[in-house]
């Protein structure tokens, strides 16, 4: 035999399991973050695979414990993510599991998924298409042996300056009184000189904006419902950003814009109601944010369901 004889893994030392010779404080939360863990998440009647990167936790409520099982975690996560696909139950049961591996160290688990959604969106009026990337997360938290399940998403879209559209069309005006005069002028004359950089001397400005929503799902949904929240913030704003793109794409989507003129507080209004009628979000806290061409800062709106005890109206 070598002189290095082979170390079963129960003779092993174990640091971590010898407890303290006096109490310490305990700890909030003690875990990793940054795993990479590829997965399956239920939405809707499909499952979809994502390549999510992971924050895992317990407390050490254990005043004489030296620290967690870490490894415990880690391999709760990994079997939970190749067995089944993350649903709202699975991520219960989750939930319960990381407690069970530390009973008698932990009371409280927290664990957040963080991943881009994919999601192949038709072009306005071509039959082409393409892929969009919504920023997503879902976070699981059992505390007091109460379980709080949350969908984390991001949708972008875009926004037209009411203001600027109104001074663009006084300057529009301005230019006819300019070019006809107050004489009788022909229809087709008109027609033509609107179709003219000379005609059209001003347009508005529009922006790229972001809705930023953080959601607490009611108790009792079977999937996460991530492609009908996007749906329905892109069909309560009414101007997506787009994938593929032809001319008569982005013709509609000059259009679109054009009769949907928002300020920061028109588009939050919108949502507010929109989400309201949504039976399934138990709370919600959306932050929508306008970046600004016309400005250096970009305009913020806030708002939230308003429930006792839930989320706050914080920028």
Known sequence: ??????????????VASHGLQEPHVTLDWVGMAGIHQPLLVRDGASAKQVQAKVQIYVDLGDDMAKGIHMSRLYLILDEHSET???SPAG???MLASMLESHRGLSTHAFIQFDFEYYLRRKALVSDNSGWNAYPAAIRGTLKD???KL?????VQYS???????????QLIQNQFDKDFGSGDVRASEVKEWLGTEQ???????????????TIQLQDGLEEFPITDIVDLVENTLKTPVQTAVKRE???EFALLNGQNLMFIEDAGRKLKIAFAEDQRLADFWVRIEHHESLHAHDAVGVFTKGVDGGYQPIP
Do not use: F, W, Y
């Open 150 to 154: 949350e969908l984390m998403l991001t």
């Open 249 to 251: 794409d982005e013709q």
């Open 159 to 169: 926004s037209t300056c009411p203001c600027s559209a109104a001074l663009a069309r």
């Open 199 to 213: 005609g059209i001397v001003a347009t508005p400005h529009s922006q790229r904006s972001d809705a930023r929503l």
């Open 84 to 86: 089944r696909p993350l």
């Open 1 to 14: 035999m070598n002189k290095l004889e082979l170390i079963s893994a129960n003779e092993m030392p174990d």
């Open 145 to 147: 042996g109460e379980i």
């Open 91 to 93: 991520l219960k049961l």
